[in-house]
């Protein structure tokens, strides 16, 4: 069945240093998925963060940014300098017969 | 804004015990959904509503039962709660099935004894 593939666990960048967290997803269902990223900040509900439903387009949100290539089917996001406030839990997500399938998210940890 | 609201946040029961959790949305969404969330790993679909008195089968819905008697509530019910499904179980809604945007509760942690 379809999937999404999140590889790190846990990923640790000193403050102002840039970021990439990868997100791989499965092209097994006809046609080109609807792409997410939704981010959980501490003590709040999960949250969309970006939305790319155009296969080669780029979403961007506070900062951040993720560039759907369906050559590589690959969906990772990056963020040139990182702050304090964006320790997070990051999940990836593709749609799939109008249900959400989700990566087992990915931890960002701040160093100051 | 809307909000969805979880209750309870904590739902303790014994091994074997039918438990219910309840969600509530104002955001007069059509779609409401009921995700379970383990340890380190993604979420997964147990089911899932597009109106008032519908209900879908996701992924996981062995062992659990949905009610949506409103547009605005969704509860879901372990059958005979067992200690290996120990999870946060997150409800959110949408406004149609169509892979829109989804609005996600604070999720409720279900701890089996």
């Known amino acids: 069945g379809d999937s999404v593939t999140q590889t790190e666990g846990q990923v640790t960048v000193s403050e102002s240093k840039s970021l990439i967290i990868n997100c791989t997803y499965s092209a097994t269902s006809i046609g080109y998925p609807n792409l997410f990223w939704y981010v959980r900040y501490p003590g709040e509900g999960l949250q969309l963060l970006l939305k790319?439903?155009?296969a080669g387009q780029k979403g961007s949100s506070r900062g951040f940014e993720a560039t759907y290539n369906k050559e590589a089917t690959s969906f990772h996001l990056q963020k040139a300098s990182v702050q304090e406030s964006d320790s997070a839990v990051y999940y990836c997500a593709r749609d799939s017969n109008y249900q959400l399938i989700w990566g087992s998210g990915t931890k960002l940890i701040i160093k100051p | 804004g809307g909000i969805i609201t979880q209750t309870p946040k904590f739902l303790i029961g014994q091994e074997g015990q039918k438990l219910t959790l309840k969600c509530q949305q104002n955001?007069?969404?059509?779609?409401m959904y009921w995700y379970r969330q383990d340890s380190g790993k993604g979420l997964r679909l147990i089911y899932y509503?597009?109106?008032?008195?519908?209900?879908q089968k996701g992924d996981l819905s062995e062992g659990y039962d949905a009610s949506r008697e409103k547009k605005s509530s969704f509860s879901l019910t372990v059958t005979s709660a067992q200690k290996n499904e120990m999870a946060v179980f997150l409800c959110?809604?949408?406004?149609?099935?169509?892979?829109?945007?989804?609005?996600f509760g604070e999720g409720s942690r279900l701890i089996v004894v």
């Open positions: 955001f007069n969404h059509d779609t």
């Open positions: 509503s597009i109106t008032e008195n519908d209900l």
């Open positions: 959110a809604s949408s406004i149609d099935k169509s892979g829109n945007t989804l609005y």
């Open positions: 790319v439903i155009t």
